[in-house]
T-cell receptor, first 112, second 113 residues
């Protein structure tokens, strides 16, 4: 199993550009989530999904969109990037009922 | 609103010493308390977790102590090693809360040789 994979590893955007951060898992986990990690702020939940077709907002959802068309994939979209979205983004998945989250390696995003 | 408060922000320990990281929470609906370990450039990984029906859980050199009345829990790393140098996050979750975790802000542990 590859576990949770994220692409790209690094990305630089200009203000106003859009992009999609990809996340995939091959463990058949129903629950998937996106976090951002900023220095001194810990991990903050952006969006999450409890299964295909179901998504919901987390603590810091503004500026981000998600969709979940398959169990395996959970992409995160930035429609109009802002410097405040400079961060490291982590995707995680969890088998339903365990609350044991498996994290991907992260995407480091810089918005200039 | 910070629902899980973690301290200290950073910690330096000598090899062989005990590392102690503390977390406190307010929401009594939390019923699952994991600790994650993160090495530089990597994603966090689950280290150990506890539920409030026990006061302590030990896995190797890592122990969680849980005080339900004080709404506090802590991670103890015995015989700390340089390879334990990492950032540690405590977290909390509510049963039926869609698997969501609320994280503390993290503690950067450095173990000197």
């Amino acid at each position: 199993n590859a576990g949770v994979t994220q692409t790209p590893k690094f990305q630089v955007l200009k203000t106003g550009q859009s992009m999609t951060l990809q996340c995939a898992q091959d463990m058949n986990h129903e629950y998937m989530s996106w976090y951002r990690q900023d220095p001194g702020m810990g991990l903050r939940l952006i969006h999450y999904s409890v299964g295909a077709g179901i998504t919901d907002q987390g603590e810091v959802p503004n500026g981000y969109n998600v969709s979940r068309s398959t169990t395996e994939d959970f992409p995160l979209r930035l429609l109009s990037a802002a410097p405040s979205q400079t961060s490291v983004y982590f995707c995680a998945s969890s088998p339903t009922g365990t609350r044991e989250q498996y994290f991907g390696p992260g995407t480091r995003l810089t918005v200039t | 609103q910070q629902q899980v408060k973690q301290s200290p922000q950073s910690l330096i320990v000598q090899k062989g010493g005990i590392s102690i990281i503390n977390c406190a929470y307010e929401n009594t609906a939390f019923d699952y308390f994991p600790w994650y370990q993160q090495f530089p450039g990597k994603g966090p990984a689950l280290l150990i977790a506890i539920r409030p029906d026990v006061s302590e859980k030990k896995e190797g050199r890592f122990t969680i102590s849980f005080n339900k009345s004080a709404k506090q829990f802590s991670l103890h790393i015995m015989d700390s090693q340089p390879g334990d140098s990492a950032t540690y996050f405590c977290a909390a979750s509510i049963e039926g809360g869609s698997e969501k975790l609320v994280f503390g802000k993290g503690t950067k542990l450095t173990v000197n040789p």
